[in-house]
């Protein structure tokens, strides 16, 4: 088998992931992200889902040091870990630097968070200077959990 049949092989292969792990992960891919170039990948695997930079996506005129690549995988683990404590399966995030810069969402039984983070997540960045009449709320991951707490306590959201 060639190198190319191999690959084709592992993008055709039946995903082992289970229908919740797959939810959970549609509701990490809605996290912020630089230019949405979507620059991650998941790797399911037991109680865990490891999220990966994909290099392919960086867009190094507008980001040469992958600070948006690396912000955008956070935003990517926090939304992957508020959606695991609403399904009852809240854990801790894992980050090892000298690593290859992924991080480790790692399930536990426990619920947590705020339902109403869990809630905010669907209605996505807001994009253009104005929201029906008020700021836009662009969430960034340095400030993300206030501005989604914010923006569930608007009555207008």
């Known amino acids: 088998m060639t190198e190319y049949d191999a690959a084709a092989a592992e993008l055709r292969a039946v995903s082992a992931a289970t229908a919740e792990t797959r939810d959970l992960i549609r509701y990490a891919t809605l996290a912020p992200n630089g230019h949405n170039t979507q620059a991650w990948l ?12 994909d290099f392919t996506r960086r867009t190094p005129v507008v980001d040469p040091d992958d600070h948006h690549v690396f912000v955008s995988l956070g935003c990517a683990a926090e939304n992957l870990a508020i959606a695991a404590g609403a399904a009852v399966r809240a854990g801790e995030i894992v980050f090892d630097p000298s690593g290859d810069g992924s991080i480790l969402v790692n399930f536990g039984a426990g ?37 989604q707490r914010f923006r569930a306590s608007m009555s207008c959201w």
């Open 111 to 147: 619920s947590g968070g705020e339902r109403a983070l869990f809630d905010a997540i669907p209605q996505g960045n807001r994009r253009g200077p104005t929201m029906m009449g008020r700021l836009s709320l662009r969430p960034t991951c340095t400030c993300w959990r206030q501005q």
């Open 42 to 53: 998941f790797r399911p695997g037991e109680n865990r889902i490891a999220i990966l930079p």
